[in-house]
């Protein structure tokens, strides 16, 4: 049977809601921004490498792709998300991706269209998130997860963090807890085990390292 998930993460960001209820430290400093960051070479199986993959999947590249739920940006954004990572405003309703609540001009940004127009805002948005996201996965005990078999899937931090950005930690809570039975998928029907097998096996610098006996090979995709 297939799931489809019109849960409140819908497809990127549990909002700083969630953040306070678990209370997940969001302090970690952002790191300057590197205005060639879009640009940067990506070594196959690197952590560049994993983000220029994920930028494929969700907007073939395109820095300036808004959908048809109004997700933005290269990595598609939406609003809850980046209320989450200190850009946009509460207002609302954190989840209509109106962004009525207006941004905070975080990294030179005050509207949709400056963030759009800005790659490499975009690009350390995703690093941040992605850093953000495996806290939510340790706040869910599913690090502990990280490099097992699931069934025929083997559940690799990349893919964890793939299929997290995709639907949130609690589908892939759901996923694990059904040994990767788990037929998930967004509002647009885009699995969420092809997110996790795709986009895995790939170099996470702040999360376990993968088993030299179980080591990958992932090529760089083209942006």
Not at 177 to 194: I, K, N, Q, S
Request: net charge negative; hydrophobic share 40%; proline share 5%.
């Amino acid at each position: 049977m297939v799931a489809i998930l019109t849960s409140a993460w819908i497809a990127f960001g549990p909002t700083a809601v969630l953040a306070e209820r678990f209370q997940v430290d969001r302090t970690t400093p952002a790191t300057e921004l590197d205005p060639c960051a879009s640009k940067a070479s990506e070594t196959p199986g690197s952590y560049e490498a994993f983000l220029g993959a994920l930028r494929q999947f969700e907007s073939s590249g395109n820095y300036r792709a808004v959908n048809t739920l109004n997700f933005i940006g290269a990595y598609q954004f939406g609003e809850a998300a980046l209320i989450d990572l200190g850009y946009v405003l509460h207002d609302d309703d954190a989840y209509d991706n109106d962004f009525s609540g207006g941004f905070t001009g975080k990294n030179g940004i005050h509207s949709v269209d400056d963030f759009l127009e800005n790659p490499a805002v975009q690009d350390q948005a995703a690093q941040e998130w992605m850093q953000l996201m495996w806290r939510y996965i340790e706040v869910y005990d599913l690090d502990r997860h990280a490099w097992r078999e699931m069934g025929d899937v083997t559940l690799s931090p990349s893919g964890m963090l793939a299929a997290t950005h995709l639907l949130g930690p609690g589908a892939l809570r759901e996923f694990v807890e059904l040994d990767g039975t788990a037929d998930l998928r967004d509002l647009y029907g885009m699995p969420l085990r092809t997110y996790i097998v795709d986009l895995g096996g790939y170099s996470i610098p702040f999360v376990p390292n993968e088993p030299i006996s179980n080591s990958l090979s992932k090529g760089s995709p083209s942006c």
